[in-house]
């Protein structure tokens, strides 16, 4: 591998992802943090994609909806955790994203840690959007990372405090900003009047909840039959995004007494788009509402299935935006705190051209390093003998990092026997989509009786 120090020379980065929305994430963080890195330019950064095989592999129609990150999607390739790290061994990046959930980072870790490399490249993750749920498992599983991303100084704190408990270094904790930012500023528009729905696949999870807010919105649509009001999903029955949907608000909508309306519609595709003519948002506690705020459109928080950390709207305590549906019929428009918006990395005031600065300047610095020092993740057979070994087992990595025996055979890629195995994945994943949104149900049901 060439010099880091060699201006001339393309910046190598992979971004290792495992859902749609941590995809969207990783690919612009590495947008992001890689203009202006190590004297390069944007045209001088190759940004190679790779989508981590399992349940929620996103499809091509998903990776189409993400929008513009930089990449061809057409030239995304799926992986196994250890094709991955023998990509990054015969490939020699200067740079990964882990965009995983936080088991996968941290067998990642410890895998390229395995590696041995006389040169390592420099290893980025953090989290795709708000953190209200697992802060110390969530963070541990990260650490060890190069740069641990935060996206807001809110969230930096946290971290820090988190590391710092447990007597684990702290350094790699970077504060930035929620990467897919961006838009035109909210303008009101005569003759639209426009409220969108941001759905969460598994925020309300029971059947109850999620029939009380879906019957909720089409009833506001049926008070306002003068406004566009949309319901905005994630994905399509089927197909699964970085949580589990078990209920998807297609099929309740089919069973919903009444029909819909005719200014009520379901709605797919890049949340920047849908934003862009929305006046009114109104969430449980979708990362939707950031970006809402980001381009000042008028947003909710609902409270009407209480404020719980179950449902993560207590993460908008202080915000100013909770508010009922109730509430929300009868006209009112919540008001941003100012103070809250400015810790939680919105940078509604302009200042997000420069969110990246110092987290760049960090990852500029590790890449002029004459040498990066060892992955050191939090976790070790050592210190947790009886958690780390199941994470790395789940994706076929032995205590020490290495693959287990027969884990690192090449794949088919072509011919019969390349395509019965594909004709194979694809069945399981139907089975195991089938299992979460028709069986799982049923026999939660069955358990109530």
């Known amino acids: 591998m060439p010099p880091r120090t060699d201006k001339t020379t393309a910046l190598r ?21 890689t203009t202006g890195a190590s004297g390069t330019s944007a045209q001088h950064v190759e940004i190679t994609g790779l989508l981590l ?24 390739r799926e992986v196994t955790a250890v094709e991955f790290l023998h990509t990054v061994r015969d490939e020699g990046y200067d740079v990964v994203v882990l965009a995983l959930v936080g088991g996968a980072v ?18 980025v993750t953090g989290y795709v959007g708000v953190v209200y749920e697992k802060l110390a498992d969530g963070l541990l599983l990260r650490h060890g990372a190069d740069v641990v991303l935060a996206n807001s100084r809110h969230d930096a704190e946290r971290f820090r405090a988190v590391y710092e408990g447990v007597g684990a270094d702290a350094s790699a904790v970077t504060e930035a900003a929620l990467p897919f930012l961006g838009g035109e500023p909210h303008r009101p528009q005569e003759g639209r009047d426009t409220v969108v729905f941001a759905a969460q696949p598994s925020v309300p999870a029971s059947r109850a909840d999620r029939t009380y807010l879906l019957r909720r919105l089409v009833e506001h649509a049926r008070l306002h039959p003068d406004r566009e009001v949309l319901l905005k999903l ?8 970085t949580h589990i949907e078990e209920l998807p608000y297609q099929r309740l909508a089919e069973r919903l007494p009444g029909g819909l309306p005719p200014n009520f519609r379901l ?28 381009r000042r459109i008028p947003t909710a928080v609902l409270t ?16 100013g935006l909770l508010t009922s549906w109730d509430h929300l019929d009868g006209g009112f428009r919540p008001e941003p705190d100012p103070a809250w918006l400015a810790g939680q990395g919105v940078a509604a005031d302009g200042t997000y051209a420069t969110a990246y600065d110092h987290a760049r300047a960090r990852v500029d610095a590790l890449l002029d390093a004459a040498r990066l020092p060892d992955l050191a993740p939090y976790y070790t057979p050592a210190t947790s003998a009886g958690y780390l070994p199941g994470i790395l087992a789940r994706h076929h990595l032995a205590p020490d990092g290495h693959p287990l025996p027969g884990a690192g055979r090449p794949r088919e890629t072509g011919g019969v026997r390349g395509a019965v195995r594909d004709a194979v994945r694809e069945a399981a994943r139907g089975a195991y989509r089938q299992g979460v949104q028709r069986v799982a149900p049923v026999i939660r049901r069955m358990g109530e009786l």
Do not use: C, I
């Open 234 to 241: 994630r994905s399509k029955p089927g197909e699964h995004t």
């Open 13 to 33: 980065v992979a971004v290792l992802a495992d859902s749609d929305t941590r995809w969207k994430w990783g690919a612009l963080t590495a947008r992001r943090l």
């Open 267 to 294: 709605v797919y595709g890049h949340m920047g788009e849908v934003l862009d003519r929305t006046d009114l948002l109104v969430t449980v506690s979708s990362t939707a509402a950031l970006e809402s705020l980001h």
């Open 53 to 76: 095989r399992g349940r929620a592999t996103p499809t091509p129609r998903q990776l189409a909806e993400v929008g513009d990150v930089g990449v061809d999607a057409e030239r995304v």
């Open 106 to 123: 941290q067998a990642m870790l410890h895998g390229l840690a395995a590696l041995r490399l006389p040169a390592r490249p420099v290893v």
């Open 304 to 319: 009407d299935l209480g404020v719980r950390e179950a449902l993560g709207n207590h993460h908008f305590t202080g915000s």
